[in-house]
């Protein structure tokens, strides 16, 4: 079955450390991943993506992502985070063969930055 | 560039009417559009797939006469909750997949917060 994991629900972290969220997925087929952001009340926005190619992907706002493909994750890191980075962070994965292009979103990790 | 609108950002409605929701790409067109709904502090649940000129595709569980998708056009999908009751108070988020891309990305909106009475 397939399925998206992100085992931290939630996640404290003072302002200017570092970050690593966790998403650990599990797929049949080639897996489109990405990481989306939302803050309270808002839509999703894309943080990153992966399709192919460096399995080191750079995103927005100093994020960055790497795919592991043995150990079927794609962790989020960011090297020192801002008070804005406060949000939810949602892990998907899509199939490279789904034509429709359905996304699968992990249940979300919520970061909470402090001073 | 792709960028996706929702109306209303949020409506409060009496207990047994029916709301309308818009999901607008503005500046593309979108092959796909897809219907996300999200109880708080919790994940997005995918509720439906639409096609332009097509039915929409429901996911195991929801109940397509109580939600009506109409995709009419590359770049408007609406939702209409039909006999909406309290537990339908959810925020209902749309996103809109690139009519050109061959990958699966997709371009959320905004969310509607809809509470019934």
């Known amino acids: 079955a397939q399925s998206v994991t992100q085992p931290d629900i939630h996640i404290t972290v003072s302002e200017g450390a570092s970050l690593e969220l966790r998403c650990n997925y599990s797929?049949?087929?080639?897996?489109?991943l990405f990481w989306y952001v939302q803050s309270p009340g808002q839509g999703l926005q894309l943080l990153l993506k992966y399709f192919s190619g460096d399995t080191l992907v750079q995103g927005i706002k100093g994020f960055e992502a790497e795919f592991k493909r043995s150990q079927s994750s794609f962790n989020l890191r960011k090297p020192s985070v801002h008070w804005s980075d406060a949000a939810e962070y949602f892990c998907?994965?899509?199939?490279?063969?789904?034509?429709?292009?359905?996304?699968?979103f992990g249940a979300g990790t919520q970061v909470v930055v402090t001073p | 560039g792709a960028v996706v609108s929702q109306h209303p950002s949020w409506v409060i409605c009496k207990s047994g009417t029916s709301v309308k929701i818009e999901c607008r790409s503005l500046?593309?067109?979108?092959?796909?559009m897809f219907w996300y709904r999200q109880f708080p502090k919790q994940s997005l649940m995918l509720m439906a797939t639409s096609n332009e000129g097509s039915k929409a595709t429901y996911e195991q569980g929801v109940e397509k006469d109580k939600f009506l998708i109409n995709h009419a056009s590359l770049t408007l999908s609406t939702l209409t909750v039909t006999s909406a009751h309290p537990e339908d108070s959810s925020f209902y988020i749309c996103s809109a997949r690139l009519r050109t891309s061959g990958s699966n990305e997709q371009f959320f909106g905004p969310g509607t917060r809809l509470t019934v009475l």
């Open positions: 998907a994965v899509g199939a490279l063969i789904d034509s429709w292009g359905k996304l699968q």
């Open positions: 500046d593309f067109q979108a092959t796909t």
């Open positions: 797929y049949g087929a080639t897996p489109y």
